[in-house]
């Protein structure tokens, strides 16, 4: 028998898990934070593997480490600013049951204190990405935006939207032994808060699919697949300023040697497996690669 007979009582146990609330700026020891230090382990790099890299000064592929790092925050900026605005606006229009309604405003908390997060450790390195050196993700924008708040494609996209990062701060945590420890302290934070908001996402799409129409899921796939491989980008690769921000130019030719990288895509591969599983079981066979 099913732990949790209801989806209400899962939404009411998921929000009672966020009390007391642990504000994740203040779950990190700031003082350990390094810039001489990795922020990313060396093997989740998008260059690591390929010999003109590996052969540079150890100084220079960890300034790599650190705009790699913060370009998972920006994209991860972005996200969660999508998410709030969302559970925002699902408060303002419609009026979701007391249930629903207060585990909505956990995870709205809680997403405010991840972006706060990020902001902090820009705020206290020093280091940030300037906004047109980021990428833009337009089908995920316009899709995260406009998308029905009550839709199985809507949830099936949060979910790839929160699984893509999480997994990542998973390998950060497992792999962290040569990392800054306050990056380490950072996707254990936000691991925490992000297991709870990814068994909501499942709940509610177990729930939609349960009188999906086939034809339907057909179009949904369409859709996600395209969102799973703009996030996987978004992530996964800085844009090309972003190289040279870590004094690797010309940055387009290092975005090229990345995309080619057999490592790096390996490593994707490893990380994003968990997430395809999680879709196939639930009949969407989707790839992150063409
Ligand atoms: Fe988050
Ligand atoms: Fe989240």
Redesign the pocket.
């Known amino acids: 028998m099913s732990r949790f007979p209801s989806s209400d009582d899962l939404t009411a146990h998921l929000a009672q898990s966020s009390t007391p609330y642990h504000d994740p700026v203040g779950r990190v020891r700031w003082d350990r934070l390094r810039v001489d230090q990795y922020w990313l382990p060396p093997e989740a790099l998008s260059l690591h593997g390929l010999p003109e890299f590996m052969q540079l000064p150890e100084l220079q592929r960890i300034r790599l480490s650190q705009y790699e790092f913060l370009n998972f925050l920006e994209a991860?900026l972005w996200l969660?600013g999508m998410f709030m605005e969302r559970i925002a606006r699902s408060l303002a229009h419609r009026s979701p049951d007391r249930v629903a309604l207060r585990y909505r405003l956990h995870e709205l908390r809680?997403?405010a204190g991840?972006?706060l997060m990020f902001l902090e450790l820009m705020e206290r390195s020093g280091l940030y990405i300037p906004a047109h050196c980021r990428r833009s993700v337009p089908l995920a924008h316009l899709f995260g935006r406009y998308a029905p708040l009550e839709s199985l494609a809507f949830w099936l996209a949060v979910l790839i939207g929160?699984e893509i990062p999480d997994r990542l701060n998973r390998y950060i945590r497992r792999h962290g032994q040569a990392v800054c420890p306050v990056v380490v302290d950072m996707s254990t934070a936000?691991m925490i808060?992000?297991a709870r908001?990814i068994n909501y996402a499942r709940q509610l799409i177990d729930e939609r699919l349960k009188d999906v129409r086939p034809w339907r899921s057909v179009g949904v796939r369409t859709v996600i697949q395209r969102l799973l491989r703009q996030f996987v980008s978004v992530f996964y690769y800085p844009a090309a300023p972003v190289y040279e921000l870590a004094g690797l130019g010309p940055g387009r030719r290092w975005l090229a040697a990345a995309r080619k990288n057999a490592h790096h895509l390996a490593f994707i591969e490893s990380c994003v497996g968990p997430t395809l599983q999680l879709l196939r079981e639930r009949g969407f066979d989707v790839r992150w690669r063409k």
Do not use: I, L, V
């Open positions: 991860g969660e809680e997403e991840h972006s929160e936000h808060d992000e908001h």
